[in-house]
């Protein structure tokens, strides 16, 4: 991240009062983590993985309590997901957030996440699905789809919303997702 996008970032976090962030596909060893440091935030990270564009990075304001837990990383398995769980504390709550990267072509394996009340699911899916404007279903749309079925989550998706990601190409597309759970619909 350069240092003019890093301001950037920071001036938004302080604008609209951000409590948590998080960024898929940060690419932070140890050692360059220290040129991330945000004021007024705590910083986890998921480090990357080899050379593959992976690792998360997680900021949580230095005024909540939270716990990180990884819980999934590239490694070696068929499913090339990485997972991180933070559970955080507000006014006497609990809140669970899991940030989720999964690469191109890839069946994620969602059966790791416990999704329950206070539960948001934010984070690049790269999952394709008419429902959130894609123009086919792909794998792991499927998955997501069948996710958002058999759980108490729900799509944070408006179709006049801006698309995520900008290819070279022009082409636009939504592989970043919010999902939360129903209780905390008006808060989200």
């Given amino acids: ?4 996008k890093k301001t950037e970032l920071h001036a938004n976090l302080v604008k609209h009062n951000v409590y948590i962030f998080a960024i898929t596909e940060a690419n932070l060893t140890a050692e360059k983590l220290i040129y991330y440091q945000l ?5 986890y990270r998921l480090p990357k993985y080899r050379q593959v564009a992976s690792g998360i990075l997680i900021g949580i304001s230095k005024s909540l309590f939270a716990e990180f837990k990884i819980v999934k990383e590239i490694g070696n398995s068929e499913d090339k997901s ?4 933070v559970n955080v504390w507000k006014k006497g709550n609990i809140f669970t957030i899991y940030a989720i990267c999964s690469p191109p072509n890839n069946k994620p394996d969602f059966t ?3 999704i329950t009340s206070k539960t948001i699911m934010i984070g690049d899916f790269n999952a394709h699905s008419p429902k959130w404007g894609y123009k086919d279903t792909n794998t792991a749309g499927k998955e997501k789809e069948d996710l958002l079925n058999t759980s108490v989550s729900e799509l944070i998706y408006n179709d006049t919303d801006p698309s995520t990601y900008l290819h070279f190409n022009v082409a636009q597309t939504t592989p970043d997702l919010l999902l939360k759970s129903s209780d905390i619909s008006t808060n989200t």
């Fill in 1 to 4: 991240m350069s240092q003019i």
């Fill in 112 to 114: 790791s996440l416990y």
């Fill in 82 to 85: 990485e997972i991180v769980k």
């Fill in 39 to 43: 004021s007024g935030y705590t910083l």
